[in-house]
T-cell receptor, first 116, second 114 residues
């Protein structure tokens, strides 16, 4: 079974500073990776995803992530954060479930707190 | 206008009761999902349906029964509610479960069992 580890449960950072949220996954034949964001009292929203091709993936709101197969990592980065980026961030991997790719295995989340 | 909607948003009930949560999507997607998010924010899939057919059924007590009257609706019925059922339940949908398409999430239903 696949698994996802988010190494940091909380990341406090000052506004306009860079940030990296770390994610490692268990290896598999084919890997589809996602980052979702959850703002307070809301559902999850897709930030970006890696399916194949270029290992550097750009998403919404200035976020990007790099797929590193040798290190089984998919870290999320933003060069300059805003107060509005304060949210919970979830890394997820798609696990093949009898031909279905809809079975998302989520990490435990990283709470990003941006301070003025 | 809401892509994935859930009702109710909050649900407070006593142990032993039966309750339902409704979910509707207007995106024209074929696949819908139910997730449970516990108090530590851990998110785990419970079920998925594709065009009214059950696709994913994770280890969930039999007290939980999903029902899909059509591909735009996936309701969750819970019998004999227990304290441990308290959580936020999210409905989601995607274009097709056979590909790793983006999943669109509803706003969640916060269930509190007392």
């Amino acid at each position: 079974a696949q698994s996802v580890t988010q190494l940091d449960s909380q990341v406090p950072v000052f506004e306009e500073a860079p940030v990296e949220l770390r994610c490692n996954y268990s290896s598999s034949v084919s890997v589809y990776l996602f980052w979702y964001v959850q703002y307070p009292n809301q559902g999850l929203q897709l930030l970006l995803k890696y399916l194949s091709g270029s290992t550097l993936v750009k998403g919404i709101n200035g976020f990007e992530a790099e797929f590193n197969k040798s290190q089984t990592s998919f870290h999320l980065r933003k060069p300059s954060v805003h107060i509005s980026d304060t949210a919970e961030y979830f890394c997820a991997v798609s696990e093949d479930y009898g031909g279905s790719q809809g079975n998302l295995i989520f990490g435990k989340g990283t709470k990003l707190s941006v301070k003025p | 206008d809401t892509a994935v909607s859930q009702t109710p948003k909050y649900l407070v009930t006593q142990m032993g009761n039966d309750k339902s949560i409704k979910c509707e999507q207007n995106l024209g997607h074929d696949t819908m999902y139910w997730y449970k998010q516990d108090s530590k924010k851990f998110l785990k899939i419970m079920f998925s349906y594709n065009n009214k057919e059950l696709i994913i059924n994770e280890t969930v007590p039999n007290r939980f029964s999903p029902k899909s009257p059509d591909k735009a609706h996936l309701n969750l019925h819970i019998n004999s509610l227990e304290l441990g059922d308290s959580a936020v339940y999210f409905c989601a949908s995607s274009q097709d479960h056979r590909e790793p398409y983006e999943q669109y999430f509803g706003p969640g239903t916060r269930l509190t069992v007392t």
